[in-house]
């Protein structure tokens, strides 16, 4: 039962455009939504957040939008830069500490 | 501030071997979770302490357990290892057991399992 789902495995994009990553979930008990960055032999970084009182949350390049009624969030990047390739996590959390995170999208900026 | 550090960093195992897996969170954190991630299924909460006491599990057979030290340092143990249990076995931690509170990822244990 995926309760957090990322539907693209894989995302290529042309350096200085943007990136879309996207994310739905199931569970209406999810309150807090967090993006996670992941390079190689690393452990997963956190990138931004955002609350569901909120539907819009902004830092630096880096936007979330979040759609309550359709259970669906987004993560935009602008402009994409070739250090922004990495597998980007999505995690959904309502209870406790714990994270519940989609299966990850493999993101490549081309320069 | 000194990261999440977890050891040892690479493990190979046998079938039917049990392992133990370490981890040292943030100075000042208190809250520690464990997670397993394998190729297309993300990141799978196993579990999570909070001052030496296990606060949530996930859906993992009993095989899986841990515990909390009181330095907030925690350990993971897997007995009996099948092959199905080669992952990178991720550690988190978080100042407290808020759900808003942030974690912050160590750079994992990958373990194989031959």
């Known amino acids: 039962d995926q309760q957090v789902k990322q539907n693209s495995p894989s995302l290529s994009v042309q350096e200085g455009r943007i990136s879309i990553l996207n994310c739905d979930y199931t569970?209406?008990?999810?309150?807090?939504f967090l993006w996670y960055k992941k390079y190689p032999a690393e452990g997963p970084t956190f990138l931004i957040s955002?609350?569901?009182?909120?539907d819009k949350n902004e830092d630096g390049r880096f936007t979330v939008f979040l759609n309550k009624s359709a259970k669906h969030l987004s993560l935009h990047i602008v402009p994409s830069q070739p250090g922004d390739s990495a597998v980007y996590f999505c995690?959904?959390?309502?209870?406790?500490?714990?994270?519940?995170f989609g299966a990850g999208t493999i993101l490549r900026v081309k320069s | 501030k000194a990261g999440v550090t977890q050891t040892p960093r690479y493990l190979i195992k046998t079938r039917g071997q049990q392992v133990t897996l370490s981890c040292s969170p943030i100075?000042?954190?208190?809250?520690v979770s464990w997670y397993q991630q394998t190729p297309g299924q993300g990141l799978q909460f196993l579990f999570e302490?909070?001052?030496?006491?296990?606060?949530n599990k996930g859906n993992f057979p009993g095989r899986f357990s841990g515990r909390q030290f009181s330095n907030s340092r925690s350990e993971m143990n897997v007995s009996t290892l099948e092959l199905g249990d080669s992952a990178l076995y991720l550690c988190?931690?978080?100042?407290?057991?808020?759900?808003?509170?942030?974690?912050?990822f160590g750079p994992g244990t990958r373990l194989t399992v031959l």
């Open positions: 569970n209406s008990m999810f309150d807090y």
């Open positions: 302490y909070f001052s030496e006491t296990q606060r």
């Open positions: 988190a931690s978080s100042s407290d057991a808020g759900s808003t509170d942030t974690q912050y």
């Open positions: 955002i609350s569901s009182i909120k």
């Open positions: 995690a959904a959390t309502g209870y406790g500490n714990k994270l519940v």
């Open positions: 100075s000042g954190h208190r809250s």
